[in-house]
């Protein structure tokens, strides 16, 4: 079986497990930056209290960006390591602020992916995984957001070399799936990750992806037998 006919039936049969997936409410491009820099080594529930308490102490963007530091740090702790984020925000919109004039990212919808990949990546703090969430959800661009979840589950099921780091695996997936499958395919792996496929003791005797999944074929049956 050839890697992108795996890839299209894990995308399947996910489909089959779990249906359709829904994103919640898309973000303006600049709003999804930036939960996307407050989610990084936190779970959803902080990231969103960290970002509704930014949004809600400060109107703007503009006054995230030229507030005091102690004052966004104070707003985003929920979400942890607040010292860093904080910083790390600030001079994001710093620097977005100095490169376009305003802090509006739609201008990003007329390039072409890798385009707005690379843009977004020459800022500190913007690896390839934010580039693609901000492209995918905010915008509707096909690109491919590859997290831990998504990397740990592609690996065990064969659909990426061993060795292949997660900032190659991006574009490795992307040139797996169809365009239009990445959005469900993203939602649905991690949905797998967190619930059924875990890092340390992965159920897989209630996984949907038994049959086709390198792991459990050798790994998992060994060690039941």
Aim: charged share 25%; with cysteine.
């Amino acid at each position: 079986m050839e890697l992108a006919e795996r890839a299209l039936i894990v995308h399947q049969k996910l489909i089959d497990a779990y249906g359709q997936p829904t994103w919640r409410d898309p973000l303006p491009a600049i709003d999804e930056l930036v939960s996307t820099v407050l989610s990084q080594n936190t779970n959803d529930t902080n990231r969103d209290r960290a970002f509704h308490a930014l949004r809600k102490r400060f109107v703007s963007w503009e006054q995230v960006r030229d507030a005091e530091e102690a004052e966004v740090v104070a707003a985003i702790r929920p979400a942890g390591l607040a010292n860093q984020k904080g910083p790390r925000i600030q001079q994001l919109l710093r620097s977005i602020s100095a490169e376009r004039g305003a802090l509006d990212l739609n201008f990003l919808a007329d390039l072409d992916v890798e385009e707005g990949r690379q843009w977004l990546m020459r800022f500190k703090g913007v690896g390839p995984k934010t580039a693609a969430i901000v492209l995918l959800f905010s915008l509707g661009k096909p690109a491919f957001p590859v997290d831990t979840h998504v990397y740990r589950v592609s690996g065990r099921l064969g659909l990426r070399p061993e060795k292949m780091n997660v900032e190659q695996a991006h574009t490795h997936l992307e040139a797996l799936l169809p365009p239009e499958t990445y959005y469900a395919a993203h939602l649905n792996i991690i949905r797998l990750g967190r619930e059924t496929c875990h890092a340390r003791r992965p159920n897989c005797l209630l996984c949907p992806l038994q049959a086709i999944c390198d792991f459990y074929q050798t790994s998992y049956k060994e060690v039941r037998q």
